[in-house]
């Protein structure tokens, strides 16, 4: 019951509130007003949302774990009903929400999915026509915040930009606007901590492409969820085991209930 509360309340959080853990985790950086210069976090959407990792997988831990809820709380007020095929119908709707954790923990989240794939390429061709260097449209931003978060760059690598020939600064950066490889939030956290050189060396970072994080930032959030599916693959071990047990009580029940009329007869 503990943990299945527990799971539900991290799916509230993945679901309604990592948009706000992200900004919070980034503000509170030391540097962020060397970030504020190159990311228009004034801009930032209501949402992050980059790939619908967080929110699929939060709605299928508020759902799955709330039906699991449900099924303990008829089971532990059964001397309140009364109903007989409380245990059967517990057992059998567990059983189904255990298949669907399997489901999503497994195929859902593996990275040879369909979605997975259709995912990294809509994100692949944002990355190629809508994202601009300083912009303030919802794609660019989202990019951007995710990037200083996640010390992450591009998609599934940095070389994601190379297919991208229009980067440059705004003119608030640079009046030339000249050509750049990456974006300066692809830049290692160590150059926007050099105080008043920080501005160049950010510059020339993403002019010459040293120092950029090479991890994409879609692998990055898979790889950061795929451990903790693989620590939940202990809670669904957890529950067939209590399916398992529920089932022989019930074989028990029955028995019982058997020999009972038997001897009646």
Not at 48 to 58: R, Y
Not at 174 to 194: A, G, V
Request: with cysteine; hydrophobic share 45%.
């Amino acid at each position: 019951m503990l943990v299945c509360l527990f799971l539900l309340i991290v799916g509230i959080v993945l679901r309604f509130h990592f948009t706000t853990l992200v900004l919070s985790s980034v503000k509170a950086h030391p540097y962020f007003e060397e970030y504020e210069r190159f990311v228009a976090f004034n801009s930032a959407p209501r949402e992050l949302v980059f790939g619908d990792l967080t929110q699929t997988l939060g709605n299928a831990l508020i759902v799955l774990n709330g039906v699991h809820i449900l099924c303990i709380m008829m089971y532990m007020s059964f001397q309140i009903h009364k109903n007989h095929f409380t245990l059967p119908v517990v057992c059998i709707i567990s059983g189904v929400v255990v298949i669907m954790e399997i489901n999503a923990t497994n195929v859902y989240m593996s990275e040879t999915s369909a979605q997975s794939k259709e995912a990294k390429d809509n994100l692949e061709r944002n990355i190629r026509m809508i994202y601009n260097v300083e912009d303030s449209t919802v794609f660019s931003v989202t990019h951007d915040i995710i990037s200083v978060w996640g010390h992450c760059c591009g998609v599934t690598s940095m070389y994601d930009f190379q297919n991208h020939t229009g980067l440059k600064f705004s003119a608030k950066t640079d009046k030339e606007r000249k050509p750049i490889q990456y974006p300066p939030s692809c830049c290692n956290q160590t150059f926007f901590s050099l105080g008043d050189k920080a501005r160049d060396a950010v510059k020339n970072c993403a002019f010459s492409g040293e120092g950029v994080y090479s991890m994409g930032c879609y692998t990055m959030m898979f790889e950061w969820l795929s451990y903790y599916c693989i620590l939940y693959a202990t809670v669904i071990l957890w529950q067939l085991i209590d399916i398992l047990v529920h089932l022989i009580l019930y074989r028990k029940m029955v028995t019982l209930f058997r020999n009972y009329t038997g001897q009646k007869k």
